[in-house]
């Protein structure tokens, strides 16, 4: 996504809470980049969340006629001079202050005294996040769910621009038998509900993936489950090219992944919920309503019974409207009718 952004502004200055250069591509590496004071601390940067809103604000955006943020977070908190034209293109509103945040609060904080800090930093943070939407004067969501969750926590209208998916540089191989899930393994993703349908059924299925939860599956996974880690893109494309199918278990904000697999040619089973109703074609996926094993196992049935007839061309030939291309095209759109003298400034919430 910042790679699409830098592309479509080639002279932007690029503003970021955090920054790790070894992660950077060269295309990011050939802008300025200004780095916020949190930076010395980014390898703590869950915990300094309270501060984000201050660092932000120390952001001298002056003599810009063009700010454009990219955030699932708070970057669109910057302070901008009267006459800049601020477009936010967002991922999400925060989720753990919003829609997941009872899940985060009640389920996910195992400590009981970060639970008790949790609750009054959290409602300072909602404030802080609500007011800041004020400051943009353009949203774009990257999904219709996406433009309904703005609705819903700040009141805002936006368009809808899907993100860019390097769906070109994906291919299809013959099918073995194994399905795939690219994933965090975090609570929310519900990679849990996958691995004990998995088991339970004996089918394979790899997952490509790493995080706080790994421990938790591996001691309900069986054999046939197989945990890969964190994979290379090379590694990546060729797990997909050759997977029976994919599966997405969790709600996604719009969710790249389906959208790989279906550049790959392969179909989709996925939770019937979120992004993944607007990216997963009926004739290339099953969905299925609620995150219980019984439910994935009947979808992948319902998947089974029409293999025959999908066509990883037709599955390759949707996937292209998801394409940087196309992203490119409806950017630059949007940033046209907001253009002015100078350069655009990109503001970014990067984590490491």
Same mark, same amino acid.
């Given at each position: 996504m910042? *790679?699409?952004?830098? #592309?479509?502004?080639? *002279?932007?200055?690029? &503003?970021?809470l955090f920054c790790d250069p070894a992660t950077l591509s060269p295309t990011v590496r050939s802008h300025r980049i200004v780095t916020s004071f949190l930076n010395p601390l980014r390898s703590h940067y869950r915990s300094l969340l309270p501060l984000m809103p201050m660092a932000l604000e120390s952001f001298d955006l002056r003599g810009y006629d063009l700010v454009v943020s990219s955030e699932s977070g708070p970057a669109k908190g910057v302070i901008t001079s009267s006459d800049t034209r601020h477009v936010c293109y967002c991922h999400t509103p925060m @989720?753990?202050?919003? *829609?997941l945040y009872p899940a985060y609060r009640n389920e996910w904080t195992r400590s009981r005294w970060k639970r008790a800090l949790m609750t009054p930093v959290a409602n300072y943070l909602r404030l802080?996040?609500? %007011?800041?939407?004020? @400051? +943009? *004067?353009? &949203?774009?969501? !990257? %999904? #219709? !769910? +996406?433009?309904a969750r703005i609705w819903k926590t700040y009141r805002r209208e936006a368009e809808v621009i899907y993100p860019p998916v390097d769906v070109e540089s994906f291919y299809c191989k013959p099918a073995e038998d194994y399905a795939v899930v690219v994933s965090e393994l975090v609570a929310y993703k519900r990679i849990d509900t996958l691995v004990r349908c998995f088991s339970r059924s004996g089918r394979r299925l790899k997952i490509a993936g790493a995080g706080p939860e790994y421990r938790a599956l591996r001691a309900i996974a069986t054999p046939n489950v197989e945990f890969l880690g964190r994979v290379s893109d090379e590694e990546l494309r060729e797990l997909y090219a050759r997977c029976r199918f994919f599966v997405l278990p969790g709600e996604e904000d719009f969710g790249i992944?389906?959208?790989?697999?279906?550049? %790959?040619?392969?179909? +989709? +089973?996925?939770?019937g919920r979120g992004g993944a109703l607007e990216t997963v074609p009926f004739f290339g996926g099953v969905f299925y309503g609620v995150p219980e094993e019984e439910a994935i196992a009947e979808a992948i049935g319902k998947l089974e019974a029409m293999e025959e007839s999908i066509r990883p061309t037709d599955l390759q030939a949707w996937?292209?409207? &998801? %394409?940087e291309e196309e992203f490119m095209r409806r950017m630059s759109a949007v940033l046209k009718a907001d253009a002015v003298r100078n350069p655009g400034r990109i503001t970014s919430h990067c984590l490491p």
């Amino acid at each position: 996504m910042l *790679d699409a952004l830098c #592309r479509l502004l080639p *002279d932007a200055d690029i &503003f970021t809470l955090f920054c790790d250069p070894a992660t950077l591509s060269p295309t990011v590496r050939s802008h300025r980049i200004v780095t916020s004071f949190l930076n010395p601390l980014r390898s703590h940067y869950r915990s300094l969340l309270p501060l984000m809103p201050m660092a932000l604000e120390s952001f001298d955006l002056r003599g810009y006629d063009l700010v454009v943020s990219s955030e699932s977070g708070p970057a669109k908190g910057v302070i901008t001079s009267s006459d800049t034209r601020h477009v936010c293109y967002c991922h999400t509103p925060m @989720r753990y202050l919003w *829609d997941l945040y009872p899940a985060y609060r009640n389920e996910w904080t195992r400590s009981r005294w970060k639970r008790a800090l949790m609750t009054p930093v959290a409602n300072y943070l909602r404030l802080w996040d609500y %007011s800041s939407a004020a @400051r +943009v *004067d353009h &949203f774009v969501a !990257n %999904s #219709r !769910n +996406v433009q309904a969750r703005i609705w819903k926590t700040y009141r805002r209208e936006a368009e809808v621009i899907y993100p860019p998916v390097d769906v070109e540089s994906f291919y299809c191989k013959p099918a073995e038998d194994y399905a795939v899930v690219v994933s965090e393994l975090v609570a929310y993703k519900r990679i849990d509900t996958l691995v004990r349908c998995f088991s339970r059924s004996g089918r394979r299925l790899k997952i490509a993936g790493a995080g706080p939860e790994y421990r938790a599956l591996r001691a309900i996974a069986t054999p046939n489950v197989e945990f890969l880690g964190r994979v290379s893109d090379e590694e990546l494309r060729e797990l997909y090219a050759r997977c029976r199918f994919f599966v997405l278990p969790g709600e996604e904000d719009f969710g790249i992944t389906p959208v790989e697999a279906l550049a %790959s040619g392969k179909p +989709v +089973v996925a939770l019937g919920r979120g992004g993944a109703l607007e990216t997963v074609p009926f004739f290339g996926g099953v969905f299925y309503g609620v995150p219980e094993e019984e439910a994935i196992a009947e979808a992948i049935g319902k998947l089974e019974a029409m293999e025959e007839s999908i066509r990883p061309t037709d599955l390759q030939a949707w996937a292209r409207q &998801f %394409s940087e291309e196309e992203f490119m095209r409806r950017m630059s759109a949007v940033l046209k009718a907001d253009a002015v003298r100078n350069p655009g400034r990109i503001t970014s919430h990067c984590l490491p």
